[in-house]
Each structure stands twice: as C-alpha cells, then as structure tokens.
C-alpha cells in the first residue's frame, strides 16, 4: 500500500515533520529521491534534508533524474526552455508546445535505475 501525504507548506517547513511521523511508523530501508531537473532550490533542500536523515540514521540514499517519474516527458524550466533528456544525456531545449507532463510514484521502484550517486544534478546547462 502505498500513503500518500499532502501539504501546501513549503519543504523546507514540512519534510522534518513528515519524516518525524514516517521514522516511528516504518523501518525505513532506504531514501530514494529525484536529484533533478526542476527546483533547484526544492531539490537542494530535499537532498540535504534526505542526506541528513541518511548519515544519522545509516539509511542508504539513492537517486535518480526526474525523467523517471513523468514517463521522460518534457519538464518545464524557464519561458518556453523545458528539460529534455535524449539517450541519457539531460538538457534544454526550446519548445513552443510540450506535453504536460505529470509525475507519478510507480507501483514499484526499479532499484536499477537508482544510484548511490545521489547528489543534485549540477551539471545541467544554465537555463536562461
């Protein structure tokens, strides 16, 4: 079963509060995120929040890239410039109509496509 958990609070302000709850209620093996495309800002803060959670409670942190959770649909940057990811390689491109894209949680994780790798994608083109 999967728990779904909605807020309108920003991360920053609900992620200690929605882990307090999930840490007393599960045995929690692992932390599996996506580090990128999208907020920088929400992907910096959910990557030092889950990094925190994994080095004090020895839980392995995993990650993968956004394409994942939306089915490698276009992920909307700045203006008309959307993330696109071609082979494995993740960039910007103009587009004057994408698809909207929605993000899902599978049913369940392909751990192959996960890595310990679990930083914030850095390297991706500046978007302007």
Do not use: C, H, W
């Not at 993968?64 to 071609?86: C, E, M, R, S, W």
């Not at 494995?88 to 909207?100: D, Y």
């Amino acid at each position: 079963m999967i728990k779904t958990i909605r807020s309108d609070e920003k991360s920053s302000e609900v992620l200690p509060n929605i882990f307090s709850e999930l840490l007393d209620e599960y045995d929690i093996k692992g932390l599996f995120y996506a580090n990128g495309p999208g907020s920088f800002m929400a992907i910096k803060i959910a990557y030092i929040f889950l990094k925190s959670i994994s080095i004090l409670k020895n839980i392995p942190l995993f990650a993968t890239d956004a394409f994942y959770f939306n089915k490698n649909q276009p992920i909307k940057a700045i203006g008309k410039l959307y993330f696109v990811k071609i082979s494995s390689e993740i960039k910007t491109q103009k587009l004057e109509r994408a698809p909207e894209a929605s993000f899902m949680l599978p049913d369940m994780l392909e751990y192959k496509e996960f890595s310990t790798a679990a930083s914030p994608l850095y390297a991706i083109g500046a978007v302007g």
